[in-house]
C-alpha cells in the first residue's frame, strides 16, 4: 500500500452520492490527534474515500494530507469509493440505495456480460472469462455484507422513485425507513408527487405501511387488513411456500441470522451462501426488534387474533445464551407486559439455565428439534446430542414452560422404525409434550449446491414444486408409524406435519384447516 502527502488543493471531488455532513467534530479531533486514517485517491488525485476528512484538515488550515494512492481510475475507481461507503453505518436507507443503483450501473458497464441475461455459461464465454465469478447481485452481497434479497429492494427503491420525490424526502425521517420507502416505489408517478409535496410542506413524516394478510391464514389469521408499523422489518409474514403446501403462515421475529451448529441439511447453508461468513450467527439491531415488538403490542389488539412469532426461523432461538446478555433475557419480559401474543423459541441447545432463571415465561413457548439418535449422530454435527436436548426440555416442562417438539427431519435410514420408536420412548420416559410436530427431508437446490456433506440426499428421489422430498408413499409411512408410536404409548396432544402437501395430509386421513402444527398457538 502507497502512502504519499499530496496537496490537498490539487485534489479533486466529483460528483457526490453521499450527503457532506457536519466536521466540527471531525475536525476537533483530527486538530487534536492528527489523521489516524489516510484519504484515498487515484493516481490522477481524484479523491475515491475520506471527503469529510479532506474538508476538516482544509478548514484546518493544512496544505499536505496523507493520502493512499489506488491503482483504479475511471469507473473501476469510482466503483471503488462506492465500496467505502457502502460499508459505513452512517447512510440513510435512500443514500444507501442511491449508491447501489449507481454501483450496478457501473459494474454492468464494467461488466456487461454478467448481466441478467447475459451469456454466463456456454463454452465461449468461460474461455474468455475464466475468472468470472458473480452477477453484479452476488458481487455486491460479498463485498458489503448484506443479503442479496435487500440488495435488490434497495436498487428498486432508487430506480422506481421520482428524482424530484427523492429531493423532497431526502431530509426527511421517510428517508431512512426502509417500509415507507419502498412503498412509495411501487406508487405511481401522480401518488408520489402527491407524498412528495405532502413532505416538503410539513404535513407528513411516516408513512404506515399496509401488510395484507392473505386468506389462506385459516388457522389464527382472518383476510382483514390491518395496518401495521414496519419501520425496522424485524416482524415479518413467512409465506414463502407454495400455495400447494398446507402451511398456516406465521410471524417471524428477525433478531438474528445463522447459526452456531452444522447439520448437513440446513437451508441456511443456500439462504446465506452470497455472504462471506455464509451462515455465520450476527444478531441484528436488538433496539430495533424490542421498539417493533411494543408498537404491534399497542396497535394489533383483536380479541381474536393472538399471534406466535417465531425467533428460530433463520437462528438458533437459544445460540446466545453463553454471553453477557442473552436474547431471551432480553426478549421474555418485553412479552410479558402483554397477555396476548408469545414468542415462541425453537432450538438445539440444551443451555437453558438463562430461561430456567426466569421466573415469570407465560407467554413464551419452547421448541426442541429431535432426531432419532443415529440421524443425528450422523448429520447434524457440532449440536448437543438428542439426550442432552431432551433433558434441558424435561427441565423447562418441570420449571412450567410450554414445551413442544419437532420430530424433523424424519430421515428413512436402514432399520428406521426401530430408531424413531426409540426416540418416542426415550421422550414420553422423560416428560409429556405439548405439542409435537413431524417433518421430512426437503432437498432444495441452493441447500444442496451449498452444503459440505451430500450424503443425505440419497433420500431425496421425489421432484416437488418446492425442492426434491422422499418419496410421498414413504412419507406417509415414516408419519403413520411415528403417529402410531406416539399414541400407543398415551401422548394424546396435538400432532402435526410441517410443510407438506395438502394431497399428502389428505391420504394421511389429516385435514390441512385443523393443523395444529409448531409454529402457531
Request: charge should be neutral; include cysteine.
Amino acid at each position: 500500500m502507497k502512502i504519499e502527502k499530496i496537496r490537498i488543493e490539487e485534489i479533486k471531488i466529483g460528483k457526490r452520492l453521499r450527503e457532506e455532513k457536519d466536521i466540527s467534530g471531525l475536525k476537533e479531533s483530527i486538530d487534536n490527534i492528527g489523521l489516524l486514517n489516510p484519504i484515498r485517491v487515484d493516481k490522477d488525485s481524484n479523491i475515491r474515500d475520506g471527503v469529510h476528512r479532506l474538508r476538516a484538515c482544509e478548514e484546518l488550515g493544512w496544505m499536505l494530507i496523507d493520502c493512499i494512492i489506488s491503482d483504479n481510475v475511471g469507473l473501476k475507481g469510482e466503483l471503488e469509493e462506492i465500496d467505502a461507503n457502502l460499508i459505513r453505518e452512517d447512510l440513510t436507507v435512500l443514500e444507501r440505495a442511491e449508491h447501489l443503483k449507481r454501483r450496478k450501473e457501473i459494474y454492468e458497464e464494467l461488466y456487461p456480460e454478467r448481466r441478467k441475461g447475459g451469456d454466463r455459461k456456454s463454452d465461449n464465454f468461460k474461455q474468455r472469462n475464466p475468472s468470472f465469478e458473480k452477477s453484479f447481485v452476488g458481487d455486491t452481497a460479498s463485498k458489503i455484507k448484506r443479503s442479496p434479497t435487500v440488495i435488490r429492494e434497495e436498487v428498486r427503491i432508487a430506480r422506481d422513485i421520482d428524482e424530484d420525490v427523492k429531493r423532497q424526502i431526502k431530509d426527511t425521517p421517510i428517508a431512512d425507513r426502509k417500509g415507507d420507502l419502498l412503498s412509495i416505489a411501487k406508487m405511481s408517478d401522480d401518488k408520489q408527487k402527491k407524498i412528495g409535496n405532502l413532505v416538503e410542506e410539513g404535513k407528513l413524516d411516516k408513512l404506515k405501511i399496509r401488510i395484507k394478510k392473505p386468506k389462506k391464514f385459516t388457522v389464527h389469521f382472518n383476510a382483514k387488513e390491518e395496518w401495521i408499523d414496519s419501520t425496522f422489518g424485524r416482524l415479518v409474514i413467512f409465506d414463502k411456500t407454495p400455495d400447494t403446501i398446507c402451511c398456516p403462515h406465521f410471524y417471524e421475529l428477525k433478531w438474528s441470522r445463522g447459526c452456531v451448529y452444522d447439520c448437513a441439511w440446513c437451508y441456511l447453508n443456500g439462504t446465506y451462501r452470497f455472504l462471506e461468513d455464509g451462515k455465520k450467527p450476527v444478531n441484528y439491531n436488538w433496539e430495533d426488534v424490542q421498539r417493533d415488538l411494543e408498537f404491534f403490542f399497542d396497535r394489533y389488539n383483536h380479541p381474536n387474533e393472538n399471534i406466535v412469532f417465531n425467533t428460530g426461523e433463520l437462528s438458533d432461538s437459544l445460540w446466545t445464551e453463553t454471553m453477557n446478555e442473552p436474547f431471551s433475557k432480553f426478549v421474555i419480559p418485553i412479552f410479558e407486559r402483554q397477555k396476548k401474543h408469545k414468542v415462541l423459541f425453537l432450538t438445539k441447545s440444551d443451555r437453558v439455565d438463562n430461561l430456567l432463571d426466569i421466573k415469570k415465561h407465560d407467554q413464551v413457548i419452547m421448541s426442541f428439534s429431535l432426531n432419532a439418535f443415529e440421524v443425528a449422530n450422523r448429520w447434524e454435527k457440532r449440536a448437543p446430542s438428542v439426550e442432552k436436548r431432551i433433558e434441558a426440555a424435561k427441565k423447562l416442562k418441570d420449571a412450567g414452560y410450554e414445551v413442544r417438539i419437532r420430530i424433523d427431519p424424519i430421515v428413512p435410514i436402514e432399520d428406521w422404525k426401530r430408531h424413531y420408536e426409540d426416540l418416542v420412548d426415550y421422550i414420553l420416559e422423560r416428560f409429556i409434550p405439548d405439542r409435537v410436530t413431524l417433518g421430512s427431508l426437503r432437498a432444495l437446490q441452493s441447500t444442496v449446491n451449498n452444503c459440505d456433506d451430500k450424503s443425505w440426499v440419497e433420500f431425496c428421489t421425489e421432484k416437488s414444486d418446492w425442492g426434491k422430498r422422499i418419496e410421498t408413499d414413504m412419507r406417509i409411512t415414516n408419519f403413520k408409524t411415528i403417529i402410531k408410536s406416539l399414541r400407543d404409548r398415551g401422548y394424546d396432544g396435538d400432532i402435526g406435519l410441517c410443510k407438506e402437501p395438502k394431497e399428502l395430509w389428505e391420504k394421511m386421513g389429516m385435514k390441512c384447516g385443523d393443523c395444529k402444527c409448531n409454529c402457531i398457538l
